[in-house]
């Protein structure tokens, strides 16, 4: 590895290739950060990133499905061989499927918890040696305000009305 390399911090940010978490890893790559765009679909991930490596942001596409062991250690496997460490750990991926009509409650609750809970669990517990190599690392769960039991119980809170156990009960995890 070269110098420059050891000296730039590397990122993963899983869930990143829309939303938030593509938020966060152009936010991070704006910094002068490596980020690794962790993606379930490589193709979205490499579709997200095409402008934005345009745009000099370092910003490389990783296929990631935290629900698959596979897919974490393959990941793992990847910053190994690349960097040898990892000084940014974002937990983003998640999915709400209060609302899918075609599953029934608990088939949204099993899925909920398995990626915003389990594959949560599943992909820093994977990473933690490579975490350990950096000394300080950091390590960010994306959670969300509808986790919240204190807001939940205000009448006044914007989100009040908003009923979603499933995903409530997975950011509350």
């Given at each position: ?45 490499q ?22 062991d ?90 009040a ?13």
């Amino acid at each position: 590895m070269s110098e420059t390399i050891d000296r730039k911090k590397i990122a993963l940010v899983s869930g990143a290739n829309r939303g938030i978490g593509l938020a966060i890893a152009i936010g991070l790559a704006q910094r002068d950060i490596t980020v690794l765009m962790g993606s379930r679909n490589i193709e979205n991930g490499q579709k997200a990133c095409e402008g934005l490596k345009e745009e000099g942001l370092d910003i490389t596409p990783v296929q990631l499905d935290t629900t698959d062991d596979a897919s974490v250690w393959a990941a793992c496997g990847i910053i190994q061989r690349e960097y040898g460490r990892l000084d940014i750990l974002v937990n983003n991926a998640g999915i709400g499927l209060d609302f899918a009509q075609d599953l029934s409650v608990t088939e949204r609750l099993e899925a909920t918890l398995n990626l915003n809970v389990i594959g949560t669990l599943r992909l820093t517990d994977a990473l933690i040696p490579l975490l350990e190599e950096a000394g300080h690392a950091t390590v960010v769960n994306v959670s969300s305000e509808l986790g919240s039991f204190g807001l939940r119980a205000n009448q006044d809170w914007i989100y009040a009305s908003y009923i979603m156990p499933t995903y409530q009960a997975s950011k509350a995890a």
